[in-house]
C-alpha cells in the first residue's frame, strides 16, 4: 500500500521540504508516503473562485491513482485521535489498497473532489497554512505507524 499525499502548491520553503522529508522518510516500505503536488491555478483578473476551485479539482482528480480510496482533508471533516488513526492505519494495511489523501489549495476543493471521496478528514478546528499541512501530515502518520508498531515514538499520556 501507498499512500499518496495529493497537495496543490509547489515552490515549498526549504524547511517544509525537510519537514516532511524527515517523516515520510521514517515510514516502511509497506506504507510508504508519496507526494505529488498539483499547480495551483494562475488567477487573471477575471478569473473566479469557483473557476480556480474547479479547474484545480480536475488536476486533482487526474491525480488520484486507480483503485485508491480517496480521503479529502476538510475542516467540515470528522476529527480523528492519533489512536483513530492509527486504527484506519492497520486497516488500510490490512486491504492494502493505495489511499489518496487531499489537500486542496486556497480556494478549497471543487465538488467533484469532495464527491469522489469516501471520508472527509479535518486535522482541526484551527487554521493552518496549507504547506504545514503536508509536515503534520507525514508527521502524524509516521506516529501513528510508530503506535501500530509499539514504537517509542509515541508515547500517549
Given at each position: 500500500?501507498?499512500?499518496?499525499?495529493?497537495?496543490?502548491?509547489?515552490?515549498?520553503?526549504?524547511?517544509?521540504?525537510?519537514?516532511?522529508?524527515?517523516?515520510?522518510?521514517?515510514?516502511?516500505?509497506?506504507?510508504?508516503?508519496?507526494?505529488?503536488?498539483?499547480?495551483?491555478?494562475?488567477?487573471?483578473?477575471?478569473?473566479?473562485?469557483?473557476?480556480?476551485?474547479?479547474?484545480?479539482?480536475?488536476?486533482?482528480?487526474?491525480?488520484?491513482?486507480?483503485?485508491?480510496?480517496?480521503?479529502?482533508?476538510?475542516?467540515?471533516?470528522?476529527?480523528?485521535?492519533t489512536?483513530?488513526?492509527?486504527?484506519?492505519?492497520?486497516?488500510?494495511?490490512?486491504?492494502?489498497?493505495?489511499?489518496?489523501?487531499?489537500?486542496?489549495?486556497?480556494?478549497?476543493?471543487?465538488?467533484?473532489?469532495?464527491?469522489?471521496?469516501?471520508?472527509?478528514?479535518?486535522?482541526?478546528?484551527?487554521?493552518?497554512?496549507?504547506?504545514?499541512?503536508?509536515v503534520?501530515?507525514?508527521?502524524?502518520?509516521?506516529?501513528?505507524?510508530?503506535?501500530?508498531?509499539?514504537?517509542?515514538?509515541?508515547?500517549?499520556g
Amino acid at each position: 500500500m501507498r499512500i499518496h499525499l495529493i497537495c496543490v502548491g509547489r515552490r515549498m520553503p526549504g524547511w517544509i521540504e525537510d519537514g516532511y522529508r524527515e517523516y515520510a522518510k521514517r515510514l516502511p516500505p509497506e506504507c510508504a508516503l508519496h507526494l505529488v503536488e498539483i499547480d495551483p491555478v494562475h488567477r487573471a483578473k477575471t478569473t473566479t473562485v469557483r473557476q480556480a476551485r474547479e479547474e484545480e479539482g480536475r488536476r486533482i482528480l487526474k491525480a488520484i491513482p486507480k483503485g485508491a480510496d480517496v480521503i479529502v482533508l476538510d475542516e467540515r471533516g470528522r476529527s480523528w485521535s492519533t489512536e483513530t488513526l492509527a486504527g484506519h492505519l492497520r486497516d488500510w494495511l490490512a486491504d492494502g489498497r493505495d489511499r489518496a489523501l487531499v489537500v486542496g489549495g486556497a480556494d478549497g476543493l471543487s465538488d467533484e473532489c469532495l464527491a469522489r471521496a469516501r471520508e472527509r478528514w479535518s486535522l482541526s478546528a484551527l487554521t493552518f497554512p496549507h504547506p504545514l499541512v503536508r509536515v503534520i501530515l507525514a508527521e502524524q502518520l509516521y506516529r501513528a505507524w510508530s503506535l501500530t508498531q509499539g514504537h517509542p515514538y509515541h508515547r500517549a499520556g
